[in-house]
């Protein structure tokens, strides 16, 4: 079956990096987009950008654009989200989530991993 | 960037009766509206695209109508399953951005 599955909890000081694993099973991997949303405790979900699997092409938001870097290992149909400058504020559940239109990209997330906690605390 | 807003924030419903979910947008998104549901401690999970269109296993109780600026999400009679906080999601124009989540309770 489709599954993704994502890298244990992290905890990180203020100005560390962090990078989160998402790894894909069960469907063709470069075929669908895989997006990056985080939720912070208690808050609603934000979308940080996107990744083509197929290129490696990246869209990201712009208030992450200058911290985060999305890749991808097509041997292993792993993903990967990487944020540096870590502050408090990035203490979230991060979340991989596939796209729903093959090819495109541009559709709902139908899959969803299940979170990576990561806490940024001195 | 196109801002979703949900409405009520809070929805204290019975189970067996209907809820209906409210979402705004901004500016248009036409028919690339999501809703997803979630609950404590899970991923959410999608239950509607394209507006009004059922997702893969989601029960037929869930319909979603709506295009342009005004989406509804109606549970036609909840299950005690169904508590939990719905967001809807437009995915017409980057950035992808999602309302700010409606929780359904018990009454």
């Known amino acids: 079956q489709v599954q993704l599955v994502q890298s244990g909890a992290e905890v990180r000081k203020p100005g560390a990096s962090v990078k989160v694993s998402c790894k894909a099973s069960?469907?063709?991997?470069?075929?669908?987009?895989m997006h990056w949303v985080r939720q912070a405790p208690g808050q609603g979900l934000e979308w940080m950008g996107k990744i083509n699997p197929s290129g490696g092409s990246t869209r990201y938001a712009q208030k992450f654009q200058a911290r985060v870097t999305m890749s991808r290992d097509t041997s292993t149909s792993t993903f990967y989200m990487e944020l540096s400058s870590l502050r408090s504020e990035d203490t979230a559940v991060y979340y991989c989530a596939r796209d729903r239109h093959e090819i495109l990209g541009h559709d709902a997330f139908d899959i969803w991993g299940p979170g990576t906690m990561v806490t940024v605390s001195s | 960037e196109r801002v979703m807003t949900q409405s009520p924030a809070t929805l204290s419903v019975s189970p067996g009766e209907r809820a209906t979910l409210s979402c705004r947008a901004n500016?248009?998104?036409?028919?690339?509206l999501a809703w997803y549901q979630q609950k404590p401690g899970q991923a959410p999970r999608l239950l509607i695209y394209?507006?009004?269109t059922r997702a893969t296993g989601i029960p037929a109780r869930f319909s979603g109508s709506g295009s342009g600026t005004e989406f509804t999400l109606t549970i036609s009679s909840l299950q005690s399953e169904d508590f939990a906080v719905y967001y809807c999601?437009?995915?017409?124009?980057?950035?992808?951005?999602f309302g700010q989540g409606t929780k359904v309770e018990i009454k």
């Open positions: 069960g469907y063709y991997f470069t075929r669908y987009y």
């Open positions: 500016q248009s998104v036409s028919s690339n």
């Open positions: 394209g507006a009004s």
């Open positions: 999601q437009q995915y017409n124009n980057w950035p992808r951005t």
